[in-house]
């Protein structure tokens, strides 16, 4: 059983589409953080939140902290074939405590 | 500034053989972290070293050793390969920014055992 749930588990879309990928737990964290990992090489962080209700966004991305630190969200605006990866959550109870989801692959079609 | 270089990017082993994965980080980190990903498992902690001369077990530490040499290196070591550590494994290191802490992850090792 993941301590984070990721879904979808699966996207595909074509360019220009909006999205929103979750990322949900029965804990509450401390943070948490979104990745994108593309094949063969290793996840790149794109963003951290920390506060209950905290917004934050990075280009066409907007990620979410739900009020009770419990859950999460990624939105793309106008998907790119580049936003093509792995997006992962990883939820942070203590500075060496951290779990991760099993990841949303998404696919964006030129 | 190669951030965490990992070595070896590939490796095939027969079940028993024993081999160490490299890891070393040039951002003076704190703290080195070992994961190891597997499809719709996620990533998963093997060990992590707090700082240097430290070490802890992490979410699935059985089957592994560690050592953080310095405070630059963290290896990863099998004693006695098994097929179920068929996996991609991943070193990361981290350190605090502010009110979280940054992670960065190296390319990975694909590491097959028969």
């Known amino acids: 059983t993941q301590l984070l749930e990721q879904s979808p588990q699966f996207l595909s879309i074509q360019e220009g589409e909006n999205l929103t990928v979750y990322c949900n737990s029965s804990?509450?964290?401390?943070?948490l953080q979104w990745y994108r990992q593309e094949p063969g090489e290793g996840p790149v962080l794109l963003v951290t939140?920390?506060?209950?209700?905290e917004v934050k966004k990075l280009k066409r991305l907007t990620f979410q902290f739900g009020d009770a630190r419990k859950d999460s969200s990624l939105h793309i605006t106008a998907a790119q074939p580049g936003d093509t990866g792995l997006y992962l959550c990883?939820?942070?109870?203590?500075?060496?405590?951290?779990?991760f989801g099993a990841g949303t692959r998404l696919t964006v079609k030129p | 500034n190669a951030g965490v270089t990992q070595t070896p990017k590939f490796q095939v082993l027969k079940t028993g053989q024993s081999m160490t994965l490299q890891c070393a980080q040039d951002?003076?980190?704190?703290?080195m972290y070992w994961y190891r990903q597997d499809p719709g498992m996620g990533l998963r902690l093997i060990y992590y070293?707090?700082?240097?001369?430290?070490?802890d077990k992490g979410e699935v530490p059985n089957g592994y050793n560690v050592s953080r040499l310095n405070k630059r290196e963290f290896s990863l070591r099998l004693e006695s390969a098994a097929p179920s550590q068929t996996s991609v494994y991943f070193c990361?290191?981290?350190?605090?920014?502010?009110?979280?802490?940054?992670?960065?992850f190296g390319p990975g090792t694909r590491l097959t055992v028969t």
């Open positions: 990361a290191s981290r350190d605090y920014f502010g009110q979280s802490y940054e992670q960065y």
């Open positions: 951002m003076n980190h704190n703290s």
């Open positions: 070293s707090a700082s240097e001369g430290t070490t």
């Open positions: 804990s509450v964290f401390s943070s």
């Open positions: 939140v920390v506060t209950g209700g």
């Open positions: 990883a939820g942070g109870s203590n500075n060496n405590d951290m779990r």
